[in-house]
């Protein structure tokens, strides 16, 4: 199926950002932003998802631990209690280095699964070889008064704006 | 205006400087670096084979010297794979601009050397199936594993510090790995681009996803720097053996680790830069910080060195003495001496800016720390073990040709691993090395 986009892309971010404001002030919407780099001034004003990566991390991190302990807790008192030279079987001491590392192993494997588990659809080829150009993109929200004056706007120095059909 | 266009052809030029070496041909060092790994793999599989089919009789151990060369190259091989770790995520978090030209390099460092030290305790246990042993899963008489065993905890530490090292590489390569899919590779490679890159979409909302699993990563492998070669040097500071037992060893072996694996990543660096021609990207002020970082944990080596020797003498434990006396007089003083070299005064020389300034004389600095930091483990193994607490014990050890070839083969197989990734993916982080042009610019 043939699908329309409208994108403002460009190499230099400080002309992107401009050219951003400039369609936002005419008070045009834009769907989403594609960068080569991560540039945090975007991420802290615009489209402010929250992502639970932290979150996971967090209550993973403590599943871990608790998991450590449960298991050596349960094989030294419970499965296979072993007198190793008089120690107590519930040596808490000596089940902290493995609480530690299960914590952490837990938290980082969580986190990374939700990290690689948000896949979303392809993105057009168009902005994927804007993206490889180091070009930053914006696609905005189709509107027949923005296509009329695409090409008054394409005339700006500092931005392009291109309406791009491709295949959905 | 003109300003701005400049960092767009810089960008172009990065992306170009850095991708080459993956489009061109390959150059005759990188054949003849991948010759030499592969002999040394050859010897590898060599010692593998007599010490699976032999037994671990081929070696030169005896009773008295239950460990020698393979825990030796075990600590050795871990230390080198701390500093990968130690620039990616401490310096991340201290945001530390000098680590983009390097951070990629020194990562992949860390798991190829992972990679190697694992081979030493594996075929250590004689039988390799042994190694499920160490699994925490009960076995057929419902026997499981000792948690109370520094042994075991270097199990847990390592493989997870192998995880953790491995999600952050591979997350770091991402969006590199999306800029080369629709790069000038082959389209085979760049299929394989193409998935591994999972998608990546390079959205804002992809960036600070991406951002904030950097920095906690980061922030759960700094621990683990810390605890990995705290947990390895509990191997030996756990035991009662004189010269092992002793509690300055955790942050002794952290300091040793960085200092040699630092060296390392020096070593691999000046190497990379030359062949690769990446003058521009790993640049003197790289070799010159690292270097400072070198200096700095050589120091700390240094008193640790010398605070172990005074705690001999300062106890008045005559075995204690005794150790200290024949490590610097005994049939191995002389590598205890040549260890003294390398890792005390050999660093001491990067006080002056224009040592730390100089390639070669950085390069040649680097391969006799990574000597001496070797000997360090050899020592600590060696001579603590050979003449213990009854003379009627005492022996000499010596390498069969069979552990000279174990070790030479994890070297074989560490260049062609680092080889094959420099022909595979790009050894610096572009989309990093541009974030911080941009903010150098502002």
């Known amino acids: 199926m043939k699908n329309k986009i409208l994108i403002l892309h460009s190499g230099n971010e400080k002309e992107f950002i401009e050219g951003i404001e400039f369609i936002e002030n005419l008070g045009f919407k834009i769907n989403q932003f594609y960068s080569p780099i991560p540039i945090n001034r975007f991420q802290n004003n615009r489209l402010h998802k929250k992502t639970i990566i932290p979150a996971v991390g967090l209550i993973f991190g403590i599943l871990g631990a608790i998991g450590g302990f449960t298991l050596q807790y349960w094989v030294n008192t419970v499965a296979y209690p072993l007198n190793f030279g008089g120690k107590p079987l519930l040596a808490l001491p000596s089940f902290i280095p493995v609480i530690f590392e299960c914590a952490l192993l837990s938290s980082a494997v969580a986190m990374s699964i939700v990290f690689f588990a948000k896949r979303k659809k392809k993105n057009p080829v168009v902005i994927d070889n804007l993206l490889s150009k180091d070009e930053f993109v914006a696609v905005l929200k189709r509107n027949s008064e923005m296509e009329k004056n695409v090409d008054v706007w394409a005339k700006q120095e500092s931005f392009k704006l291109n309406v791009i059909v491709y295949d959905d | ?442």
């Open chain 2, 1 to 442: 205006m003109a300003k701005g266009k400049n960092i767009e052809s810089r960008n172009v030029q990065i992306t170009d400087e850095v991708c080459r070496p993956l489009y061109g041909r390959t150059s005759k060092s990188w054949f003849l670096g991948f010759s030499f790994g592969i002999v040394g793999i050859l010897f590898g599989v060599y010692g593998i084979y007599c010490t699976l089919f032999k037994g671990i009789g081929t070696w030169g151990l005896d009773r008295t010297i239950g460990w020698g060369w393979a825990i030796t190259n075990f600590v050795w091989w871990i230390g080198i794979g701390h500093a990968g770790t130690f620039i990616s995520a401490i310096l991340l978090l201290f945001r530390q601009k000098w680590r983009t030209g390097i951070n990629r390099a020194a990562e992949t460092m860390t798991i190829f050397a992972i990679i190697c030290a694992s081979i030493f305790p594996i075929i250590h246990m004689g039988r390799i199936a042994f190694a499920f042993y160490t699994i925490p899963y009960p076995n057929t008489r419902n026997l499981w594993v000792n948690f109370n065993s520094p042994l075991l905890w270097d199990v847990f530490a390592i493989l997870t510090y192998f995880i953790v090292s491995l999600i952050f590489w591979y997350i770091g390569m991402i969006p590199d790995l999306a800029v080369l899919r629709e790069g000038k590779a082959r389209k085979f490679k760049r299929k394989i681009y193409s998935l591994l890159s999972l998608g990546w979409q390079g959205t804002i909302f992809d960036w600070k996803r991406y951002d904030k699993i950097m920095i906690l990563l980061a922030s759960i492998a700094t621990p683990l720097v810390i605890s990995v070669h705290s947990i390895v040097s509990m191997d030996f500071a756990t035991s009662i053996i004189p010269g092992w037992h002793s509690t300055i060893f955790p942050p002794y072996f952290v300091a040793g680790a960085i200092f040699s694996g630092f060296a390392m990543v020096q070593t691999l660096m000046i190497i990379t830069r030359k062949v690769l021609n990446l003058e521009r990207h790993i640049t003197v002020k790289h070799i010159n910080s690292m270097n400072k970082i070198i200096l700095l944990m050589g120091s700390i080596v240094a008193f640790a060195y010398f605070i172990e020797i005074f705690f001999a003498f300062f106890s008045g434990n005559e075995f204690e003495e005794f150790m200290f006396l024949n490590r610097a007089t005994g049939p191995y003083a002389i590598w205890f001496w040549i260890m003294m070299f390398c890792n005390i005064i050999i660093p001491q020389f990067l006080w002056f800016k224009k040592i730390r300034t100089n390639i070669a004389v950085t390069f040649v600095f680097s391969i006799l720390i990574n000597f001496g930091m070797w000997l360090e483990r050899f020592t600590i193994v060696t001579t603590s073990l050979h003449r213990d607490f009854m003379p009627s014990n005492w022996t000499i050890y010596k390498p069969t040709f069979v552990e000279v070839s174990l070790f030479i083969g994890s070297i074989g197989l560490f260049i062609t691993l680092y080889l094959v990734f420099l022909r595979l993916f790009p050894i610096i982080s572009f989309s990093e090395i541009k974030h911080q042009n941009l903010e150098n610019e502002e």
